[in-house]
Nanobody, 122 residues
């Protein structure tokens, strides 16, 4: 089993930057496709970015392309999300998750972190 912990969230002004981190203490992220998701209050959880198990392929939702970068630090078993040029509409709770080989989430809570709040003011 694994244990995922996100960190790096906070409150910033529009145009600012944050760097989110997700450490997996029980599994090797290099064995899994990994994704960042975000959720606004009262809404579903939306996919933001994914990175392949080897780290050579990434995908981003259109609204964050050119602003967000997902990356791996294999030595620290950590996945990062660098968020630049933040906008108020980026405000959400951000979650990391280990995904299957078809980039689908597992239906088990230990494949998800607890979330970290990102708030962007105008």
């Amino acid at each position: 089993q694994g244990h995922l912990v996100e960190s790096g969230g906070g409150s910033v002004q529009a145009g600012g930057s944050l760097r989110l981190s997700c450490v997996n203490s029980g599994r090797n992220f290099s064995d899994y496709v990994t994704g960042w998701f975000r959720q606004m209050p009262g809404t579903g959880r939306d996919r933001v970015a994914t990175i392949s198990s080897g780290g050579d392929y990434t995908q981003y939702v259109d609204s964050v392309k050119g602003r967000f970068t997902i990356s791996r630090d294999t030595a620290k078993n950590t996945v990062h999300l660098q968020m630049n040029s933040l906008k108020p509409e980026d405000t959400a709770v951000y979650y990391c998750a280990a995904l299957d080989d078809e980039y689908n989430p597992y239906p088990f809570t230990d494949y998800w972190g607890q979330g970290t709040q990102v708030t962007v003011s105008s």
